[in-house]
């Protein structure tokens, strides 16, 4: 079919498409996916094409002027996949393209970066010295080039060499400028150590199986995956089995692992179990520079790759025939995108998998309670590992009760940071040479600078938040705005001179660590310390070579980690996150101690772990205790069940955002009543009241939200979708829709 109109994204434009004339010469290839160069106002640029249409409401249309390559930039799978991101999380299809073609890949790259400059090979110094003689310019360029290696020519030339110093190297035979040739491979420079397979176990055997199993399933009859397996049972061996058995099949993986679990260690183990396949391995995350990325994503688009490991954007990686789609530590929340588009990366892995026929794994020690009712509705399939691989215990989880452990001490005034028992734990683990982590739920402590006399709180004066206290630079910070203050000598309110700082950040904790631990090599871990996107890799380097004794974080150390020198855990303090308005509160801290809780004893000796606790008997506390997953899931599935809650229930959180209070609430309140309308009409709903956000003031914006709890989310969605198409308020109150919102701040 050949359309004579299009309607295309320009690359600076993200948000917006345009409808433009199809010249009949070009009928043919300009279909969806492809890039074109188009006139806009006063210039030229690029743009994908997103939709071929017969007519278009448009009348005196400008031409597209001409193609940009041979065959489309975005893989018809990945079309596919945007337009269902578009269509199920309410979000211009625009948008949804910008998150399947990363910026660098997207913005047209000239031909100069496309050319690749290698130094000749076998060239001396000498040589080059005679060869180039009194050109020293050349020469400079010629000893810079061996030193890097070899370089994109646009980059070299912002080194500082003009393209005609180079072009003279080439015409002197001591470099080569040929078109991209080669590429940058973060990877090439790593060693490799061996990663010899472990034999399955009869658990791990039984997975495997099912993954063939459900590979072997007809598309319509295919079930996701749910692989629920406590901490330490070999799932990753599950899944290095499974790529290798799809890659011997001629098809191409995905794995998609949460940010911070991507160490060069993670990287490395895949990269060495398949060593020597024709394979490649591409890893996407957030360290690689914008020329990286881009060199990757045209490794996987071209076939060299045909192994993924990435984070959550990784799901939108380029790849063709893909056999299987692995999501490990499915529950994570970082997994949901919290900007515009709103997607969750878990979801669009199943979905990706559904498109493309591809067999889909969702790991975890913890399953989010979406995926297991989706396990035990039968949407999934769930396959259990129960027990450690090779037979490594569980760790003993003791719950230390801080009421009591204040009793005994006499009543401090506040209670201790550590507990006698934690603390004689961690001596006698140090004193054998062991390893501990320090757990800190961030939300679980406050570090909000309080008056002691009249209890008063300094707040940001742009958002409805207490400000943090930093001591590093001694200014309180606002994690919402950026903003700084001075700290006031006196309190601003009662004048009273004993104000300072008395909360519990990992700062202090840190300090009561080292006190108490003065010989220990102590490491606090957490986003405040580790600016930088390498240090935090570093620290956890540093620590898996038992170069650190103690290790202090938050939610960064809880993940996926695999240290065999690690036997106790501490978790300093959950009651805080116990207690934050949202329906979730108890299912995340669960995690987060099961998970944290996992991490000790995967080694050679048996773990043990202490949650400190001022709420010993609350469900998510007794059942982590006990590992026991089910019960805690049955239980708080009941409580959700009973409130309309997800999963059984879909959420839709409407939000909006303005400088004007009253104007703000008024456009949310005449907006809301069409959703309300709109979305009943399709599928039964409940709620639909406009409520001051939980933080009702960020940036000097303040929000309102509305949330919906409806019985078919993509039907709401797709109900609300005038709204985005024709804004009926003005630009000063903005609104977003987010579908299946795990966040309700
Ligand atoms: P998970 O991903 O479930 O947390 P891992 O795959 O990291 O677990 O495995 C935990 C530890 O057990 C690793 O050190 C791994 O090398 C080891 N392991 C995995 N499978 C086996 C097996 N079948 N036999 C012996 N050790 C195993
Ligand atoms: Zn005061
Ligand atoms: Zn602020």
Redesign the pocket.
């Known amino acids: 079919m050949e359309f004579p109109y299009a309607r295309i994204v320009p690359e600076d434009e993200y948000d917006r498409a345009y409808d433009y004339a199809v010249p009949e010469t070009l009928r043919a290839a300009v279909v969806p996916g492809m890039k074109v160069r188009i006139p806009l106002r006063r210039s030229e640029t690029t743009g994908i094409v997103i939709e071929s249409m017969k007519e278009s409401g448009f009348d005196r249309l400008r031409s597209i002027i001409s193609l940009v390559g041979k065959e489309p930039v975005v893989p018809p799978s990945l079309f596919a996949l945007a337009r269902w991101l578009a269509d199920y999380y309410c979000a211009p299809l625009a948008l949804a393209l910008r998150c399947v073609l990363p910026e660098p890949v997207r913005k047209e790259t000239s031909a100069l970066t496309r050319l690749w400059v290698a130094p000749r090979e076998g060239v001396t110094e000498e040589e080059a010295v005679r060869v180039l003689g009194k050109a020293k310019r050349q020469l400079e360029a010629w000893r810079y080039l061996r030193e890097q290696e070899g370089g994109w020519l646009a980059e070299l030339m912002a080194a500082g060499f003009g393209r005609a110093v180079w072009q003279g190297l080439h015409d002197r035979s001591l470099a080569v400028i040929a078109p991209a040739a080669r590429e940058r491979d973060p990877l090439a420079d790593l060693p490799i150590q061996p990663h010899p397979p472990?034999?399955?176990?009869a658990a791990?055997q039984a997975a495997l199986a099912a993954v063939e199993e459900e590979r072997a399933h007809p598309p319509e009859k295919r079930r996701p995956i749910l692989l629920h397996?406590?901490?330490?049972?070999?799932?990753?061996?599950v899944y290095l089995r499974a790529i290798a058995s799809v890659l011997d099949a001629g098809k191409s993986a995905l794995l998609i692992v949460p940010e911070i679990a991507l160490t060069p260690q993670v990287i490395d183990r895949f990269r060495a179990r398949f060593f020597g396949r024709p394979v490649g391995v591409a890893a996407l995350h957030s360290r690689l520079s914008r020329g990286e990325r881009r060199d990757q994503w045209e490794r996987i688009r071209s076939g060299r790759a045909r192994i993924v490991i990435g984070a959550r954007s990784a799901v939108f990686a380029p790849l063709e025939n893909v056999g299987l789609i692995v999501v490990d530590e499915e529950h994570e929340p970082s997994y949901k995108q919290e900007e515009a588009p709103y997607y969750h990366g878990r979801d669009l892995a199943v979905l990706r998998g559904h498109l493309e026929g591809a067999a889909v794994i969702l790991?975890s020690?913890t399953p989010s309670l979406e995926s297991f009712h989706n396990a035990q509705t039968g949407k999934y399939r769930l396959v259990k590992?129960a027990s450690?691989?090779?037979d490594r215990p569980m760790p003993t989880v003791h719950v230390v009760d801080l009421r009591q452990a204040r009793r005994q001490e006499g009543a401090p005034a506040a209670a201790p940071l550590l507990s006698p028992r934690l603390r004689e734990a961690v001596t006698a683990r140090l004193e054998k040479g062991e390893q501990v982590l320090l757990y800190l739920n961030r939300r679980g402590h406050s570090t909000a600078l309080q008056c002691p006399e009249c209890g008063h709180v300094e707040n940001c004066p742009r958002c409805s938040v207490a400000m943090t206290y930093h001591r590093s630079d001694q200014r309180l910070r606002c994690h919402l705005c950026d903003g700084v203050a001075p700290i006031p000598s006196v309190c601003p309110q009662c004048r009273s001179p004993g104000y300072r700082y008395s909360g519990q950040g990992t700062q202090k904790v840190e300090e009561a660590v080292s006190q108490a631990f003065p010989a220990a090599r102590l490491q606090r871990l957490d986003s405040d310390t580790l600016r930088g996107k390498e240090a935090p890799y570093q620290a956890l380097a540093a620590f898996a070579r038992r170069e650190i004794d103690i290790l202090v974080g938050t939610q960064m150390i809880a993940k996926?980690l695999?240290f065999?020198g690690v036997t106790c855990v501490g978790v300093i303090g959950v009651d805080g996150a116990l207690q934050i308005p949202d329906f979730r509160a108890g299912e995340r801290v669960f995690h987060q101690l099961m998970q944290v809780a996992?991490r000790a004893g995967?080694g050679d000796r048996k773990g043990e772990v202490f949650i400190q606790t001022r709420t010993p008997f609350h469900p998510a506390i007794q059942y982590a205790r006990h590992h026991d997953y089910d019960g805690f899931a049955e239980q708080e599935l009941d409580f959700r069940r009973q409130l309309n809650f997800p999963p059984f229930r879909r959420a839709i959180l409407v939000r909006w955002r303005g400088r004007s209070e009253e104007k703000t609430r008024f456009v949310a309140e005449q907006v809301a009543k069409r959703i309300v309308s709109l979305v009943s009409a399709v599928t039964p709903l409940e709620g639909g009241e406009i409520a001051p956000a939980p933080v009702a003031r960020v940036d000097d914006r303040f929000r309102f939200h509305l949330l919906l709890l409806v019985e078919k989310a993509a039907a709401a969605a797709r109900a609300l979708r005038p709204l985005l198409d024709e804004p009926a308020w003005p630009d000063e109150v903005q609104m977003s829709i987010d579908v299946d919102p795990l966040s309700l701040a």
């Open positions: 472990h034999d399955l176990n791990q397996g406590v901490t330490g049972s070999g799932k990753t061996e790991g020690a590992l450690r691989a090779a996926g695999d065999p996992g995967r």
